[in-house]
C-alpha cells in the first residue's frame, strides 16, 4: 500500500504558475505509474496528466493543458510533481494525485485504474 500527499495549491492570478507535489509513502515508489486528477465544482473528475513508470519516460496530458502543464517525477524523493504555467479560472479545482502499480501498462490515463489517490489540493485560478 502506499500513502499519497500533495502540496503546493493555493490562489494566483491567471497568467500565473504554481507547482503540485505528491509525495509516496510506504513502497518503492518507481513502482508507480502516476498520474494527476482534478475536480471543479459541480462536475466530474477528470484527468489532467500521467507519467509513466520507473523512469518516467512517457507523458499523457489531458488537451485541455497540453503545453501549459508539465509532470515529473523524482524517484529518489518518492515525488511527482504537476508545474502548472499560464493558469486560467478554469483551472480552478481541487487536484488530486494517483498512483497504481500497472500489471501491463507503463502509463495510465483512466481513472479507475488507479488504485491509491492522495486527499487533494485546492488550486485556485483568479480572473
Known amino acids: 500500500q502506499v500513502q499519497l500527499v500533495e502540496s503546493g495549491g493555493g490562489l494566483v492570478q491567471a497568467g500565473g504558475s504554481l507547482r503540485l507535489s505528491c509525495t509516496a509513502s510506504?513502497?518503492?515508489?518507481?513502482?508507480?505509474?502516476m498520474g494527476w486528477f482534478r475536480q471543479a465544482p459541480g462536475k466530474e473528475r477528470e484527468f489532467v496528466a500521467a507519467?509513466?513508470?520507473?523512469?518516467?519516460?512517457?507523458?499523457s496530458y489531458a488537451d485541455s493543458v497540453k503545453g501549459r502543464f508539465t509532470i515529473s517525477r523524482d524517484n529518489a524523493k518518492n515525488t511527482v510533481y504537476l508545474q502548472m504555467n499560464s493558469l486560467k479560472p478554469e483551472d480552478t479545482a481541487v487536484y488530486y494525485c494517483a498512483a497504481d502499480t500497472p500489471r501491463t501498462k507503463s502509463i495510465i490515463t483512466t481513472e479507475y485504474e488507479y488504485e491509491y489517490w492522495g486527499q487533494g489540493t485546492q488550486v485556485t485560478v483568479s480572473s
Open positions: 507519467i509513466s513508470w520507473p523512469s518516467g519516460r512517457s507523458t
Open positions: 510506504g513502497r518503492t515508489f518507481s513502482n508507480y505509474a
